[in-house]
């Protein structure tokens, strides 16, 4: 799976296939604050979701905190 390839509007199967991760991983983090490292999310009646371009910038921003650890 490719960033090309997700559609603009993200589940958490779609972010967990895409990272190797748990859809449980990532709803722990759609929960957690941006503030605090979490992935920015909004509701849908009761599921969320999240904007792709929120998800790109939320990978960018780990891969430069990584780079100046």
């Given amino acids: 799976m490719s960033l090309d390839t997700l559609p603009e509007i993200l589940t958490a199967e779609h972010m967990a296939k895409y990272l190797g991760m748990s859809r ?5 983090l759609m929960k957690t604050k941006p ?5 920015p999310s909004f509701n849908i009646g009761y599921s969320k979701r999240v904007r792709k371009s929120d998800f790109i910038h939320w990978i960018d921003t780990r891969v430069k905190q990584k780079a100046t650890v």
């Fill in 24 to 28: 449980r991983v990532i709803y722990d």
């Fill in 35 to 39: 503030e605090g490292g979490g992935i």
